[in-house]
């Protein structure tokens, strides 16, 4: 005793050195194992990893070696007898006991989800889905596992948490506490601490009383083997439960040989062998389901959509029929019944990139790109081999403005398969939206090495051309696109219009004539000879052909557009506003019929309707530079004049070529500011870029007329009567300029 207090050191030197003693290793293998693995499954969850069938045996495997360490930890490392933690040899009272106590808790079992759905709504929906719902999924994981192997996991696992936790558990602290009850409570909590991350928060709330009621099972004949009966059976009876369900009804020889042929390509066989499997049984929402699916395979939606109803109401926990109808709907246009569809779909199949893929598509036709990138980052998770996700999710990111993220997306549609071209197009597309001009064409031309034969390739390298002001190399590649796919009507009009723009109104109205022989009940012809007829300066031909094509086409949504377009021109704006209207109501994400709405709102004085259309449009086309300028002019028509300085300076720095944003911006210096200084530079710029404008003399001249530069007035008043010479003001202001002039002359 002396020696321990003269020489205290080497307790102390040895402290750092200690080693779990036996009971904290045992209360860890009991209590942090289940942790650890419950992190490791929600790991799994979250990228959307399967266990698969090959977990089976290392699962089993593991298990029993946590049943053998606990058991040679009690008996070899702590020296105790097994009965330490309960275990005593069976007699027949205790599988009468475990026997009795689990029809108790399964009982219990039964009572608690109805409990619990009066308590928290939205819960009540899942008890008429069976057990599945209410499991944790790595208990619905067994199902993948041959049902002998499960079974044998699943005793040896209850077996194992028994041991750990009812008796280990208990005894070690209550040891730890002093006191049976607190030991108890402690392995009770952590217990389902542990088990959090692998059962989850509903489950764990919803059957915390069953393992309350293993506690006080154990701690009245302090006898593990009840326990054990008990919950072994547990897990069995649910484990035949998830199998039962598992099961499905064999399918009919009809619905088989229609599944058979619809994949040969034989829709119309397809669709007989399906009603005659619905013949042989009404109730079959598979064949419904199937049919549905075929129907709307072959465009026929109405019937698509009928079928798949009759298919949710025969079986309203499949989430396959609400993704199906929701693409229907969503073929039809019809956003607002195929949102909640899809919002179904992925609440009974939350893992289905499927259905995630189906409202990712409803946001991008309601120009909701950031909520669609949301949806397209969980499929993504689901399906990480889907290219056509990541196509998707790239489109998304270009369409809000981020190219480098959408390229980090085509960058993966490469990655995926190297020798496919259209991930080399997309790059190609993006560089080229980035205007870095020279990999644009470095991809798009390795995109023509991979598929010479590839139309859109050409189609692409053409616009790219045309990017560049390179439009005959673009009309040659157009050439090339239609030389591979003749009667491609975008392609058509596209060099229709590089035609039209280079001066060459033959054989862009050539196109044009093409494109209405190919398609004479199609109102898109009409629309793009009616835009060559504008651009030529014969709006009489060009408001005739529109009206041709509404006739023919009277729910085209570019035919409208282009109709209020010429109403506006005429000053009908509430006509023009009436058909821009019906336009986006058929095409909500189209930014130039916003923009044109805009613009007639902002020209009848209704300037924060006018900005609000504005808005919209530049968040559909980011990149439009007369948006930003038509939004400038409302905002200095509502007095807002610093907001119009921004949006002057972005459609400048988007396209510096483009004279009508200096004048606008001068006039607004020059009216709004006063600023004739800054004004005149503008001006100066913009008559440099084109010196026909008579507005911009006119402008200039007063101006100069207010600086008491006469002389540059009298000059810029004789280019503006010269160019516009019915402009009374032009006469006046030269007069008045040329009197001021006279007047200082004779002045000594």
């Known amino acids: 005793m002396s020696s321990s207090i003269v020489n205290p050191t080497p307790a102390t030197e040895s402290e750092p050195r200690r080693r779990l003693s036996a009971t904290q290793l045992g209360l860890l293998i009991g209590f942090g194992l289940p942790f650890l693995v419950g992190l490791v499954d929600l790991v799994f969850d979250h990228f959307g990893w399967v266990w698969g069938p090959h977990i089976g045996l290392p699962w089993l495997c593991g298990e029993l070696l946590v049943l053998a360490a606990m058991l040679a930890l009690v008996r070899y490392q702590e020296r105790l007898p097994l009965a330490s933690v309960g275990l005593h ?149 649910g484990l035949l439960i998830l199998s039962l369900q598992a099961v499905n009804v064999q399918p009919s020889d009809h619905l088989v040989r229609g599944h058979d042929l619809f994949h040969s390509g034989q829709s119309a066989a397809a669709i007989k062998e399906l009603d005659a499997a619905i013949a042989a049984d009404p109730d079959d929402a598979y064949a419904y389901l199937w049919r549905g699916y075929v129907y709307s395979h072959v465009h026929k939606y109405d019937r698509a959509i009928a079928d798949l109803t009759k298919a949710i109401r025969l079986a309203p926990d499949i989430g396959d029929g609400y993704r199906l109808r929701g693409y229907a709907y969503f073929y039809q246009h019809d956003l607002a019944h195929a949102a909640p569809d899809a919002d179904a779909a992925i609440r009974l199949a939350p893992k289905d990139s499927d259905a995630y893929e189906l409202r990712a598509s409803i946001k991008d036709a309601q120009g909701d790109f950031s909520g669609e990138i949301v949806d397209l980052d969980s499929a993504i998770r689901f399906s990480r081999d889907d290219r056509g996700l990541f196509k998707m999710r790239g489109d998304a990111y270009s369409h809000n403005g981020d190219h480098d993220r959408a390229l980090f997306d085509y960058n993966w549609m490469v990655a995926l398969d190297p020798k496919n071209d259209d991930g080399h197009r997309y790059r190609a597309i993006e560089y080229a939206l980035k205007n870095d001009y020279q990999r644009a064409t470095s991809e798009i031309d390795g995109a023509i090495k991979l598929a010479p034969n590839e139309a859109l390739n050409y189609a692409t390298r053409a616009q790219i051309d045309f990017m560049q002001k390179k439009n005959q190399d673009a009309i040659a590649d157009y050439g090339t696109a239609i030389r591979l796919e003749p009667n491609n009507i975008e392609w058509l009009w596209r060099r229709a219009s590089i035609y039209q723009l280079s001066g060459d109104y033959a054989h862009g109205l050539a196109d044009c004539n093409k494109m209405i022989a190919l398609e004479p009940h199609s109102g898109d012809g009409y629309d793009c000879r009616a835009g060559k007829y504008q651009m030529k300066g014969d709006l009489k031909n060009a408001a005739a052909d529109v009206e041709r094509g509404q006739r023919i086409d009277p729910n085209n949504a570019g035919l409208l557009s282009d109709r209020g377009n010429f109403e506006a021109k005429n000053g009908n704006y509430a006509d023009a506003i009436r058909d821009l209207d019906a336009a986006i109501r058929i095409e909500p994400t189209n930014g130039t019929t916003y923009g044109r709405r805009g613009a007639a709102y902002e020209s009848e004085g209704k300037y924060e309707r006018a900005i609000e259309d504005l808005d919209q449009a530049i968040k559909l086309k980011p990149d439009d530079s007369d948006l930003y300028g038509e939004r400038a002019l409302a905002y200095s028509d509502d007095g807002q004049v610093q907001r119009a300085l921004q949006d002057f300076e972005i459609a400048i720095r988007l396209k510096p070529e483009e004279a009508a944003n200096y004048v606008n911006r001068a006039d607004t210096y020059f009216y709004e500011l006063k600023d004739y200084d800054r004004a005149l530079a503008d001006l100066d710029i913009a008559l440099k870029l084109d010196p026909n404008d008579a507005h911009c003399h006119s402008v200039r001249a007063y101006i100069c007329y207010q600086k008491h530069d006469y002389k540059r007035a009298i000059a810029d008043s004789d280019a503006a009567i010269k160019l516009d010479p019915k402009d009374p003001d032009n006469y006046k202001l030269r007069a008045d300029a040329e009197s001021k002039l006279t007047h200082w002359r004779w002045l000594p």
Request: aromatic residues 12%.
């Open 89 to 237: 040899w069976p007699v027949a009272s205790d599988f009468t006991l475990g026997v009795g106590a689990y029809l108790c808790l399964m009982a219990l079992m039964i009572a608690i989800p109805p409990i619990c759905s009066l308590i928290y709504q939205g819960w009540t929906g899942d008890l008429a889905k069976g057990f599945e719902p209410l499991a944790p999924t790595v208990f619905t994981d067994l199902r993948a596992i041959p049902l002998w192997l499960a079974f044998a996991i699943v005793v040896v696992a209850n077996t194992a948490t028994e041991l750990a936790v009812r008796g280990y558990g208990i005894e070690r602290l209550r040891t730890l506490t002093g006191s049976v009850v607190l030991g108890a409570a402690a392995a009770f909590f952590l217990d389902l601490f542990a088990h959090l991350p692998i059962w989850g928060l509903r489950y764990t709330i919803m059957f915390a009383p069953v393992q309350l009621g293993l506690v006080a099972l154990y701690l009245w004949r302090r006898r593990l083997m009840p326990c054990i009966v008990a919950n072994v059976l547990m897990g069995v009876s």
